[in-house]
């Protein structure tokens, strides 16, 4: 077992599987790009177990409050090292994470967009450690975000071989 | 003729001129900066075939329905192919689509935001084929875009010399 | 003194100190990263002499006016640029700027985001120059941003060692 899966399994989280796809959209592009040793990750959504995009749905600052934000986050972080264990066959290989791009689907008036995507970061660093965890990033509010998901997270990060 | 110049000739699709500036605007910017093999492209809008911004304008689900969004997004597509073709010379030199980041103008409520994306996603894949076409996204919810244009995409590819 | 230094104090400009943290709020990820001769930048805000985030707060298009957000764009460039000298020691070790995603906090119909951002182009090329200073960029329009600050800005740049 590699020492992300150990990490995981010890804070009892597990990766969702792959994404189920909702009847009749297509997404024609790469939740994952591999090229030599950089790793770009598509804006990606909570995930459940079931593999479907996981709610609650809506705004934060109205139908989430920041602590289902910062959960909902949270399971972003699940769904993103779900696909790029997928991808890269073991995050171990993971060398260090470079920049997040957060975007907080935020009701007007709602400005604690670190606080929901602390969620993300929290439990990278928890998981990666300091040092190959660290990232730089963005925490932003969105006036709309694809299936009303309250939390959508791009990212970048490097691979060794 | 280049291969990616017949393929557009094929769908009978023309690239636009350089972009004409709206008087009194002031764009110190570049359209496309190439770093040895890397190529980033700013953010870009729909383009007519007399170099100015292009309508319909104002947001999808209020002013323009998904299908013109659709349509938007493919010439943004063309617009940003315009502008990198003046930048590297052949599109044949485009070994890979990295990252592409749609930005759709977004009416309260409406979350189709990748069913808009998909106008430049499939453009470049019909154009680029389904290796050097495939690309990272994210497709998202803007409140305001410059000019009120219904979309506007950034995007980063690789090219040989 | 360096060339940028000296050009900073030519236009009698002072960078900010290291950003004071508004009480209660946790941010955990780094504002610059650098990685051999690549500098990552997270989203920043304007920043005050003080330290602290820099008023007027609120909406371009509602509570400040085109020119403030201009002004406001011009400090977070001062920000940016006090974060990365104490993250690379010497402003003049800057060999290219690359990407630059300006998001500009916008009041329903304001549309003159690219105006706001020219704040932040036009101070960078001020003190890099033409070649130095070029980039690409967004210049887009978001539903909210943290601290209700009006622009927030992201960027990429090169460095030599």
Redesign the interface.
């Known amino acids: 077992m590699s020492d992300i899966d150990a990490r995981l399994s010890a804070l009892g989280l597990t990766l969702p599987p792959p994404f189920t796809l909702p009847p009749g959209?297509?997404?024609?592009?790469?939740?994952?790009?591999v090229?030599g040793t950089r790793v770009?990750?598509?804006?990606l959504g909570p995930q459940g177990s079931d593999g479907q995009m996981a709610g609650p749905f809506g705004k934060v600052g109205a139908e989430l409050s920041v602590e289902e934000g910062y959960a909902s986050a949270r399971l972003v972080a699940l769904s993103m090292l779900s696909s790029l264990k997928r991808a890269i066959g073991d995050l171990d290989r993971v060398d260090?994470w470079?920049?997040?791009?957060g975007?907080v689907n935020?009701a007007?008036?709602?400005?604690?967009?670190?606080?929901v995507i602390?969620g993300f970061?929290?439990l990278i660093?928890e998981l990666f450690g300091d040092e190959r965890g660290?990232?730089?990033?963005?925490?932003?509010?969105?006036?709309?975000?694809?299936?009303?998901i309250p939390v959508?997270i791009?990212a970048e990060l490097?691979i060794h071989h």
């Open positions: 959209l297509r997404l024609p592009f790469q939740f994952v790009q090229r770009l990750i598509s804006g260090g470079h920049r997040v791009f975007m935020s007007p008036g709602f400005i604690q967009q670190p606080q602390n970061s929290d660093i660290a990232h730089t990033r963005s925490a932003v509010g969105m006036a709309e975000l694809p299936f009303n959508e791009e490097s």
